[in-house]
């Protein structure tokens, strides 16, 4: 069931460049992933956020800027139901004796139900901290995987992915949510 009406985007062949090397992207870093569709969907993304009303309250920025900051969990389920054209939300996670074995239940059902989900890392003092397991905060990635021997998470940007984490490793550095598609 669409979640909304269409929205149609013109998306124009020039990006932000890095002012020290006009060549590469500022953003999405074409050069190092070796593909352009992520700098293509993340300009959609920005020029999306830009047309939105300015008047909520806790947002200060919209566009590039906005994306550069990371947002909540909320905001990944607004752009998984942009981009699947279904219903997503949040799924709160809280610890409890049986939480790990509840995260890998919940994480498994979802990707064996081809429903994407993506689990937020904290956010700290650091902007860009570099947390265990080769996992950076505030950021998110895509769980793409569950076996006995943990989570496979992808960076989203096609770089940097981090080393495979099993629950119970992954959740004292997730922001306590999962944005999934329902």
Known sequence: MPTGKRIELEISPEFPVDPQ????????????TGVS???VLEKALAGLDDTSSRG?????ENGYDRLDGGGTA????QVLAQLTGERAGVVRITAS???ATDLDQLVEDLLGANKPVVVGMVRNNDRYSVLPYGLRGPHAYDVTEIT?????????TGTFHPQRVS???LIQYLDGQLSVVR
């Open 21 to 32: 090397e006009p060549t590469v992207a500022a953003f999405a870093n074409t050069h190092r």
């Open 37 to 39: 569709w992520v700098a």
């Open 56 to 60: 909520h309250p806790r947002r200060i």
């Open 74 to 77: 909320s905001d990944t389920a």
């Open 97 to 99: 004796p049986g939480w």
């Open 148 to 156: 006995d021997e943990g989570m496979t998470l992808r960076n989203p």
């Open 167 to 169: 629950s119970s490793q």
